[in-house]
């Protein structure tokens, strides 16, 4: 059997661990905030609605994908594709191909980001494997003239991140949502992973600062992990409602 991503691959290891994944959620979500495109996603309502919700689809989505067979991968891409074509339709817009860009990316650069925090530093060939999972993803999703290599991609990205993303009213009442949703402490928790794992311009736009008060908490953290004890930390941090979603990424797909 044919899998979209090879069963050996870094990407996987990357994707079947909720800490990763978390940290992956962490950075979509300041970036979905500052994406000029943002409208888009308020436009049908199920942002604002349910922020955390609609980005741990977005997440889910890669996922699955990344765990699936080559078939059922083309599948759910399709379906994606299928599902934003119909929300240009109710607009009489077109969704403009750098905002499908920005969401790729994001989950290339934050992919590479989560798993070095989390774990260790990546290779060359293995920075260029993830890339070249998502740019597969991208070319099915029919996006155009994406970067050759993951070297090539790197000057791409920065300028997106210059060029695509403002602070505006909706970067405030997204904000405002996580607050809501969340509760102060977790909140307090997603900013600070934020501050660990987003790139300069993007904290810099959401003036997160430079404390990264998580870092030595992480490291309690992975010895927790060591003796098992990690999902008691979890059940007090994560929100109630997704605790089911997200101890099942833990368990590898096939």
């Known amino acids: 059997m044919e899998y979209f991503v090879d069963e050996q691959s870094v990407v996987r290891k990357i994707w079947c661990n909720s800490d990763t994944i978390l940290f992956i959620f962490a950075g979509a979500s300041a970036e979905f905030a500052l994406n000029k495109a943002v409208d888009w996603l308020y436009f049908t309502g199920r942002l604002p609605a349910d922020p955390l919700g609609r980005l741990f689809s977005t997440v889910a989505y890669a996922r699955l994908i990344v765990f699936s067979e080559l078939n059922k991968a083309h599948q759910v891409i399709d379906k994606m594709y299928y599902i934003h074509s119909a929300v240009e339709e109710k607009r009489a817009m077109k969704i403009p191909d750098w905002a499908y860009r920005d969401v790729l990316f994001m989950l290339i650069d934050y992919s590479i980001r989560s798993y070095e925090i989390l774990e260790r530093k990546l290779t060359a060939p293995e920075k260029e494997e993830v890339y ?11 996006l155009k003239d994406l970067p050759l290599t993951y070297i090539k991609w790197l000057p791409v990205r920065e300028q997106h991140l210059k060029t695509d993303m403002m602070y505006s009213k909706h970067t405030a009442d997204l904000y405002k949502q996580y607050k809501k949703h969340l509760g102060f402490l977790r909140y307090f928790l997603l900013k600070q992973s934020q501050v660990l794992v987003v790139p300069k311009q993007v904290n810099r736009l959401l003036r997160l600062g430079s404390m990264k008060l998580l870092k030595p908490v992480i490291f309690i ?32 797909a096939v």
């Open 132 to 142: 070249i999972v998502f740019k597969r993803m991208g070319e099915r999703m029919q």
């Open 221 to 252: 953290y992975k010895f927790f992990r060591l003796i098992k004890l990690h999902w008691f930390l979890k059940n007090i941090i994560l929100p109630a409602t997704y605790k089911a979603q997200i101890k099942a990424l833990d368990i590898a």
